[in-house]
């Protein structure tokens, strides 16, 4: 693939660095909610949810194969 001065490349490491961040954000606070506090609210259930949906599966891997 050649981008020829487009910020293509620049986008797609953006994207996948806040990827990257949000699920370690999102597996730090399970991992402290499950083995430290152990106990899991409504809302932690929620979180891991919306990060399956959104960020992991569906938003980052359309967005890599349409550029």
Do not use: Q
């Amino acid at each position: 693939m050649t981008y020829s001065g487009s910020k293509t490349p620049l986008i797609l490491g953006v994207m996948w660095a806040e990827t990257i961040a949000a699920f370690v954000f999102v597996l730090a606070r399970l991992y402290t909610r499950t083995f430290l506090v152990r106990n899991m609210g409504w809302d932690d259930h929620l979180i891991n949810i919306s990060m399956v949906i959104s960020k992991i599966s569906v938003y980052s891997i359309c967005l890599n194969i349409a550029m």
